[in-house]
Structure formats: structure tokens, C-alpha cells
């Protein structure tokens, strides 16, 4: 927790300068469910013909899987405070974003699945999910968000549209080139740009000490004159107020700015992950905080849910993702000759 | 001398056998440490070598990439980890100005012993950036040797002998031939002396002496190829298979005297088809053989398209065992025709 725990009292001050209301706060829950229970859905579907020998190549999904289980909040945060045509691009690790974005939940499932109906016919993949009608894409190259996000932001102003463009990536990507780059040109243009990191403390098996001069981003993205804040992944009240405030900014004509999210993820780096890079107890630690029995909490404290209706809001999310693997599983692969089509327009 | 399954442990042995006698050698790369840069190429060496000389770098390829160059430059031999060779255009331009260049650019001042080592190839669902072999893209460089190794055997010494290399060398194992838990594996256990050796670059290798064709592979479709002959045999069809082990520099010798006794050439490659590697390869048998030919010499390849995800739509194309054997008929009842 990098933030103080607010009072009763304080939370109902926090969400009201945030302009959440009980309605909007129900919704971000059950989105949240939403995530999980997808993400739980495609690693027990993803083990299919892989246990007790884990063979990538086997069973319905093959090829690696990044669950994004722990850095709920942050997707939903900042994305349900989007409009349908802002741009959001996301990394090797999207499922999440993708939801928050408002991508179905079908189409999504049938493409990791490789089905023909799928996002992308079966072409795209887990890490390669594009969906024109909610602006949503992402790449599986690790640095790649950044500088498509500000091409979008770029073209936004050209264009004459009010809309904004997020990049989501890493602290591992935070390394690469293209975010010093892409910074520096977004600060110099002021282009209509959120760049979020998602600091989970670990790029594939490398600790964050061992690969960052500062433990913070903000310290880097503020050298560029790009207004930056640090936020607790964790609280989706915290990522909600801070993105609130930068995406309304972006979206009149205030230039970028950068969203530190200090989070984490439960499960491996990929499926298969051994993890002998961290403790057992520090992913224990982290699931203190973790982020759906947080917001449970405060939807109680505020009186704005009760058990029944938590219960509720999750099993409806369940459902949904159910639905989704499900139109997924009895969706057909498609044909062979579908790979030689769409190179060109 | 021990079995040994795949080419992952095998350059990782290499790497470690020489870093113990030549302390110029570190290993850079992302997750060379707990990970062995994934693909198993650098396991073992953390535990011994610690991060002194086993280093994790931020991911930033251009400027390990760039390190490595300015490194190579001032007295080290650094190994670089790309860890898929579909990340090199993160790192491309060091590579191809720098890495490739420095050494002819400065009138020969400039050493440049680089050896990079990188995975390659698909076949198992990681879709459009992360399955490809791209080694075409590389020996189209002036400035790279271009080692493919289809053999636990090759992989050990290749690896020894491009760490003995003042040049720019660049190894690519294919993920399928690693031998790791967690993939498929197509190659076979053999025997691999567990003392230092180096195979000579330069030299392919006739995996299967045959008389009706020849078909020529590099890394994964070097035991598709061989499956391949043996199904053509039970015909009655006679296949030499050639692997060719290193693309630079390339054995014209030994892929021409073939030419010349079988008249018929397939070309089996896993990367794309045009302006590559069956390209160049076809070209260079023509020029030593043609006289020799009995048929046009034909390719089979990626079919000019991204590696899609869905398994259908990947099984499509890339060249599979049953594909090559049907190609490598073709050729021959094409001419049993004409
Ligand atoms: C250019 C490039 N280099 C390396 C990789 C391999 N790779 C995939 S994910 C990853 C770690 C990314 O870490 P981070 O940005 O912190 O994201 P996280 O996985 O923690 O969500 C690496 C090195 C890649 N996909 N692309
Ligand atoms: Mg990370």
C-alpha cells in the first residue's frame, strides 16, 4: 500500500472529487470480476493437454498466455473513463486492457482460442488482439505500445477530434528507447496522450533493482516536462481519480501525461513459470491488496453495496466470461487457405 | 562422451567450456540469469558465473546491442542474447551499421568478435512475432556468419568455433530442436563428447546419401527432410538430404557435386520464400550445375505471409513433413514424365 488508508469520512470525500457515483463504482466493480474471471477461465482452459507434462504446443490454446490476474484496477481505472473512440494500445500482456476497453468478451475468447470467430479470424493470437470498432490494439514486441499510442494522439489533432490515446505498458518496457522517445515527442507536440505504467515489480524473471536507475518513472517522464503521478495499482479509486484528472486534461488540448501504477501480478510472468526469481511470501504479501476485496470493502463502507449485491455483480461477471469461453470452445477453426488471404488490402 | 537431447544444453556447454578459458567472454542478454535466456542457450552459466559475467540487461536491445559493439571494440567477446529473433528490430541498427560494418568501415582497425545467439522458428502457436527464422535477413548483411545448427553435436562445436571467431557471428536454434521440457521436440538424442571441440564453418554435412534428388534444409527442416526421405525411400525414391550448417559462408562445393549426381534440387526453408535463402541457394547450384539438371530446381518456404496463430492456418505454412515429401515426388515423377 503506498497510499494512506482513508477514513470513512475521506473516502466518501475522495470518490465525490472523483465524481464516482454508487452506480459507476458498482460497474467498475463487476468489471473487475469481469477480468478475473476470464483470466481464470483461460489458464484452466489453457492447461487443457498440458498437465502433467506442460507441452506450449498442446491443448486448445497453445503458444505462451500472460494473465494479467492482480492488475485489474489499473485496466479498469483508466479505461472506463474512456470514450468508445479514444485509442488504447497494449502490450503482450492485454487481456485486461481489452476488456476494460469494452472489447466483447466472445470475439476476444474465440481469438485466443484461434477460432474463425475470432477479433482476428485465428490470425492475430493472445498477443495480438485488434479491434477497430473500440480502438483497441496491442503488440506482443516489448516497448511497441508507446510510440503507435502517440501516433494516435497525433493524428487526434489533426484530425480535429477530442480524443485521447493511451499507452499501456511495463516498467520493464519503460526501459526501452521508445519511451524516452515517445515522451519527448508527446511533450513536445502536447499530444492528447496518457502513457500508463504498470509496475509489477518484474520484467519476465528480471527484478526491477536490477534493470531500473530509479525506482520511479515519474522521476524520468517529469526530465520531459510530462506532468506525472504515482498511483496504487492496487485501489481502483486511486488509478479512477488520477486518470480522471490527466484524461480530461489530454482531451482539452493540456498536452500528456504519465501514470505510474504500482502493482503486481499473482501468476507466473507466462503459464509455465517456474518463479524462481521471488518468494512465495512476497506474492503473499501482495494479495493483501489485492484489488476486488479492496473495492468490496469500500463499496461497504460507503453504503453502496451490500454482500447480497457483491455476490451478485460477481456472479453476473462470471457468467459473462462463461458465455464467452464457452461461444469460444463450440466456435470452428478456420480453414487452411484463410492463411494465404490479407497480407494486402 | 554422453546422449544428449537438443542443441539448447549443448551451446550452453560450449559457452561455458570456453568462458572458462578465455575471460574475455561475458554474456549479455535479457533473462540470461534464472531463465537461461528462455530458450535454455545460457543455462547453467548464472549459478557459476554469477552476474559478474552473466549479465541481465534492461530490456533495450539497441543499446546491449550498441554495448556489445563498443564492447567487442576495446578487448571483450561478448555474447549476446536476442531472445527471439523477432526482437531484432528493436536492435536492428546496431547491428547492421555497426556490428556488420565497423570492422570493414575502419580499414580492418576495428575487431569485432560478437557472437549473437537467438531462437527462431514457430510450430507451436506464438504466432506472427514470435515464430520466425529471419536468419535470410542477416546473411543478406555483408559482415555476418550465419550458423544453423541441426544436431546437438553441431550446436556444441559451431558455438565453440564461432567463440574462437574475431568476426560477427550469429547462431540461430530453432525452439522445436532445443530439446526443452516445455516444447515439442523433433530432433533426436545423440551422442555429444562431453570434451572441447569445434566444427569448421563452411562444411555442410549429407545427413542421407541418396540418387534421385536432393533436398536441401537448414536447422528444423534438416529432420523434417530426413523423415521425408525415409517415407520417399519406401517408393523407391532415392533422397540426399543436405543440411547445410552455415548459410555464411555457404558450401557450394558440396550443395554442387550433389546437384551434379542426383539432377534435381529441393530447397526447403522455414523462412519466407522471396529474395531469401532457396533463392540464393538455387542460384548458386544453377551456376555450378546446370549442365547436370534434369528438372527446374524447386522451393518450398513460407509462402510470403506472417506466421498466423491459429494451428490450422500456421500448419499451412510452414513446410511440414508431408508437404516436403509431396514436393520432393513431384519433382521426381515430374520428370519420370517429360
Ligand atoms: C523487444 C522485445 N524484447 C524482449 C521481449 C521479450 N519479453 C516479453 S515480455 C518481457 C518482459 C516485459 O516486462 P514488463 O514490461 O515489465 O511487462 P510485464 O510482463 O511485467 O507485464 C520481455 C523481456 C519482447 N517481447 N520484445
Ligand atoms: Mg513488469
Known amino acids: ?345 | 562422451m554422453r546422449k544428449l537431447r537438443g542443441l539448447a544444453f549443448a551451446i550452453a556447454e560450449a559457452i561455458d567450456q570456453e568462458m572458462a578459458h578465455n575471460e574475455r567472454l561475458v554474456v549479455l542478454g535479457e533473462d540470461v540469469t534464472y531463465w537461461g535466456a528462455v530458450f535454455g542457450f545460457t543455462m547453467g552459466l548464472f549459478p557459476k558465473y554469477g552476474r559478474e559475467r552473466i549479465v541481465d540487461t534492461p530490456i533495450t536491445e539497441q543499446t546491449f546491442m550498441g554495448m556489445a559493439v563498443g564492447a567487442a571494440s576495446v578487448g571483450l567477446h561478448p555474447v549476446v542474447s536476442l531472445m527471439f529473433v523477432d526482437f531484432c528490430g528493436a536492435g536492428f541498427d546496431q547491428m547492421f551499421n555497426h556490428m556488420a560494418k565497423n570492422h570493414y568501415m575502419s580499414g580492418g582497425q576495428l575487431p569485432m568478435p560478437v557472437t549473437v545467439i537467438t531462437a527462431i522458428g514457430g510450430g507451436y502457436g506464438d504466432a506472427a512475432q514470435h515464430s520466425q527464422v529471419l536468419y535470410g535477413l542477416f546473411a543478406h548483411l555483408p559482415g555476418f556468419k550465419i550458423v544453423v545448427p541441426a544436431t546437438a553435436y553441431d550446436a556444441k562445436g559451431l558455438t565453440a568455433r564461432a567463440l574462437a571467431d574475431p568476426n560477427p557471428v550469429m547462431i540461430f536454434g530453432h525452439k522445436l530442436l532445443t530439446g526443452l521440457p516445455f516444447l515439442p521436440f523433433e530432433g533426436e538424442e545423440e551422442e555429444v563428447p562431453t570434451e572441447r571441440y569445434t566444427v569448421d564453418f563452411g562444411q555442410a554435412a549429407v545427413r542421407r546419401q541418396g540418387r534421385d534428388l536432393t533436398i536441401v534444409a537448414a536447422g528444423l527442416m534438416v529432420p523434417r527432410s530426413l523423415k521425408a526421405a525415409e517415407r520417399l525411400a519406401q517408393e523407391g525414391i532415392s533422397a540426399e538430404v543436405i543440411d547445410l550448417r552455415t548459410l555464411v559462408p555457404l558450401d557450394e562445393t558440396t550443395l554442387v557435386a550433389s546437384a551434379r549426381k542426383t539432377g534435381r534440387v529441393l530447397i526447403v526453408d522455414e523462412d519466407y520464400m522471396s529474395y531469401g535463402l532457396s533463392g540464393e541457394v538455387a542460384f548458386r547450384i544453377q551456376a555450378g550445375a546446370l549442365g547436370s539438371l534434369k528438372a527446374p530446381i524447386q522451393r518450398l518456404a513460407v509462402p510470403d505471409v506472417p506466421i498466423p496463430f491459429s494451428e490450422p492456418l500456421e500448419s499451412a505454412v510452414i513446410p511440414s513433413v508431408q508437404r516436403i515429401y509431396e514436393a520432393a515426388r513431384s519433382l521426381v515423377g515430374a520428370q519420370a514424365l517429360a
Open chain 1, 1 to 345: 500500500m503506498i497510499k494512506p488508508e482513508p477514513s470513512p469520512q475521506d473516502l466518501q470525500y475522495l470518490v465525490a472529487q472523483a465524481g464516482l457515483d454508487a452506480d459507476q463504482l458498482r460497474r467498475a466493480y463487476r468489471q473487475l470480476c469481469l477480468i478475473r474471471s476470464f483470466e481464470d477461465l483461460i489458464a484452466d482452459r489453457y492447461y487443457i493437454g498440458k498437465t502433467p507434462e506442460f507441452n506450449m504446443a498442446a491443448g486448445p490454446i497453445r503458444g505462451e498466455m500472460h494473465l494479467a490476474v492482480g492488475q485489474e484496477a489499473v485496466a479498469v481505472g483508466v479505461c472506463s473513463l474512456l470514450q468508445e473512440s479514444d485509442a488504447v494500445v497494449s502490450t503482450h500482456r492485454p487481456h485486461h486492457h481489452a476488456l476494460a476497453k469494452g472489447v466483447e468478451p466472445k470475439k476476444l475468447a474465440a481469438e485466443i482460442f484461434g477460432k474463425a470467430s475470432g477479433l482476428c479470424r485465428g490470425k492475430g493470437g493472445h498477443m495480438h488482439l485488434f479491434d477497430t470498432s473500440r480502438h483497441f490494439a496491442c503488440s506482443g514486441i516489448v516497448g511497441a505500445s508507446f510510440p503507435q499510442a502517440a501516433g494516435a494522439a497525433f493524428a487526434f489533432r489533426k484530425l480535429g477530434q477530442r480524443h485521447v490515446a493511451v499507452a499501456f505498458a511495463g516498467e520493464g518496457a519503460a526501459n526501452h528507447g521508445t519511451f524516452a522517445e515517445t515522451l519527448n515527442v508527446a511533450s513536445v507536440f502536447q499530444l492528447p496522450l496518457v502513457v500508463v505504467i504498470e509496475d509489477n515489480l518484474y520484467a519476465d524473471s528480471t527484478p526491477k533493482w536490477a534493470a531500473l536507475s530509479t525506482v520511479h518513472h515519474f522521476q524520468r517522464a517529469q526530465s520531459f516536462n510530462v506532468p506525472s503521478y504515482v498511483v496504487d495499482g492496487m485501489d481502483l479509486i486511486d488509478v479512477y481519480r488520477v486518470a480522471k484528472l490527466v484524461i480530461e486534461r489530454a482531451r482539452n488540448g493540456m498536452g500528456p501525461a504519465l501514470i505510474e501504477a504500482v502493482c503486481y501480478r499473482y501468476r507466473g510472468h507466462f503459464e509455465g513459470d517456474a518463479e524462481e526469481y521471488r518468494t512465495r511470501e512476497e506474492v503473499e504479501r501482495w494479495r493483501a491488496l489485492d484489488p476486488i476485496p479492496r473495492l468490496e470493502e469500500r463499496l461497504k463502507v460507503l453504503g453502496w453495496a451490500d454482500e447480497a449485491m457483491l455476490s451478485r455483480l460477481r456472479d453476473e461477471a462470471r457468467q459473462e466470461a462463461e458465455a464467452a469461453i464457452l461461444f469460444a470452445e463450440s466456435s470452428p477453426l478456420p480453414e487452411p487457405q484463410e492463411a494465404l488471404r490479407g497480407v494486402f488490402q
